[in-house]
């Protein structure tokens, strides 16, 4: 089950997959053939998105953690990035984040990055919502949180203006006997700050 997919501007043949239950596979022929990337180098199969840096494509960063939760779900452990196209990983944190929906690199800077978190697929945690990175993702900072229960889904930057940046937020947990999929909380957000401060967008939606 494919979850996430991106290209590469600059090199318009080059495309990377990322599975349900597999790791990270790249094609460099148009989809001709794939390569894994993650096999033994990422201790979890489960991938939630991938994010390219345009300017240069040799860095990389893996959310970890499927968000297209079915019945059969794995839970992620955290972000990893790779400088060196790929060959190599490291861990970067936000190990209990749980399942990984979106990444999204600043488009002239690839030390500043958000991730959309949905926490922990089976019970609450405090570890979800919208993470920010400025310095590579040494150190992390929870820049919009709801509850414990209540995750990130989605997080987009505006084209050409990466200080205006946009936050989907929903209740996602798996039980033995259902998906409890939506709430009263959640809804979407807008930042103007890069993503300091969120503020709920409220009109002009059902």
Same mark, same amino acid.
Do not use: C
């Given at each position: 089950?494919?979850?996430?997919?991106?290209?590469?501007?600059?090199?318009?043949?080059?495309?990377?997959?990322?599975?349900?239950?597999?790791?990270?596979?790249?094609?460099?022929?148009?989809?001709?053939?794939?390569?894994?990337?993650?096999?033994?180098?990422?201790?979890? #199969?489960?991938?939630?998105?991938?994010?390219?840096?345009?300017?240069?494509?040799?860095?990389?960063?893996?959310?970890? #953690?499927?968000?297209?939760?079915?019945?059969?779900?794995?839970?992620?452990?955290?972000?990893?990035?790779?400088?060196?196209?790929?060959?190599?990983?490291?861990?970067?944190?936000?190990?209990?984040?749980? @399942?990984?929906?979106?990444?999204?690199?600043?488009?002239?800077?690839?030390?500043?990055?958000?991730?959309?978190?949905?926490?922990?697929?089976?019970?609450?945690?405090?570890?979800?919502?919208?993470?920010?990175?400025?310095?590579?993702?040494?150190?992390?900072?929870?820049?919009?949180?709801?509850?414990?229960?209540?995750?990130?889904?989605?997080?987009?930057? @505006?084209?050409?203006?990466?200080?205006?940046?946009?936050?989907?937020?929903?209740?996602?947990?798996?039980?033995?006997?259902?998906?409890?999929?939506?709430?009263?909380?959640?809804?979407?957000?807008?930042?103007?700050?890069?993503?300091?401060?969120?503020?709920?967008?409220?009109?002009?939606?059902?």
């Amino acid at each position: 089950r494919v979850t996430t997919v991106t290209g590469v501007p600059s090199k318009p043949r080059t495309f990377y997959m990322g599975v349900a239950s597999g790791g990270l596979f790249r094609t460099l022929d148009g989809g001709t053939t794939w390569t894994p990337l993650t096999d033994g180098k990422v201790p979890v #199969g489960s991938i939630g998105d991938v994010a390219v840096f345009d300017s240069e494509p040799k860095i990389i960063y893996l959310g970890t #953690g499927s968000d297209g939760v079915r019945s059969n779900v794995s839970t992620g452990r955290g972000v990893y990035k790779s400088t060196d196209d790929g060959q190599t990983w490291k861990f970067i944190g936000l190990y209990n984040a749980g @399942q990984i929906g979106a990444i999204r690199i600043h488009p002239t800077n690839p030390d500043i990055v958000w991730v959309a978190a949905g926490g922990d697929i089976f019970k609450p945690n405090a570890e979800r919502g919208i993470f920010k990175t400025t310095d590579g993702g040494k150190t992390w900072r929870k820049v919009l949180f709801i509850s414990d229960s209540v995750g990130a889904m989605d997080v987009e930057l @505006q084209p050409g203006n990466p200080n205006v940046v946009y936050a989907w937020m929903s209740r996602l947990e798996r039980k033995p006997w259902t998906i409890i999929s939506g709430s009263r909380e959640g809804g979407f957000y807008k930042s103007t700050d890069g993503g300091e401060h969120f503020t709920k967008i409220a009109t002009g939606l059902p």
